[in-house]
């Protein structure tokens, strides 16, 4: 494993861009970078799991403010776990939260699509509006 990355290593490994990196960084959300004597910044394979890990409480809906707080946390080792701990509970259940509304808005996407699907197929507008098809499907499930 490479223990001494650069900013383009590490973006070829991420398939990041350094613009990206290095906005994260000034975000303070990867900690520990240091600089070699000309002053490049030297990452590591830890920098890579951590970005990896911020860009996916990122695209989860975590703030930023939180995701601060987290690398915060983390910097104090095993003293804040419970905190940390807590944290990352608490996001888990907004996202899965966020995964039942999705899954209840994509499943009314289905059936206006299938909607259409009749409709271009028979060239009539069918009976069953997609609410009404949700409804149906939903009262078979119970």
């Not at 590490?10 to 000309?38: K, M, N």
Request: proline share 2%; aromatic share 8%.
């Amino acid at each position: 494993m490479a223990s001494d990355l650069h900013i383009g290593d590490v973006a070829s490994r991420t398939g990041r861009s350094v613009h990206t990196i290095r906005w994260y960084e000034r975000q303070g959300l990867i900690p520990g970078v240091c600089r070699d004597a000309g002053g490049r910044r030297v990452y590591s394979d830890y920098h890579v799991g951590w970005l990896d890990l911020m860009e996916r409480l990122r695209s989860t809906g975590m703030s930023i403010r939180e995701m601060r707080e987290y690398t915060r946390l983390a910097q104090q080792g095993s003293a804040a776990l419970a905190q940390r701990h807590a944290l990352l509970r608490a996001h888990q259940a907004r996202v899965m939260q966020n995964i039942e509304h999705w899954t209840d808005a994509l499943a009314l996407i289905d059936a206006k699509i299938e909607f259409y699907d009749e409709w271009i197929e028979g060239g009539a507008r069918p009976q069953l509006s997609p609410h009404q098809r949700l409804k149906s499907r939903q009262g078979r499930r119970l």
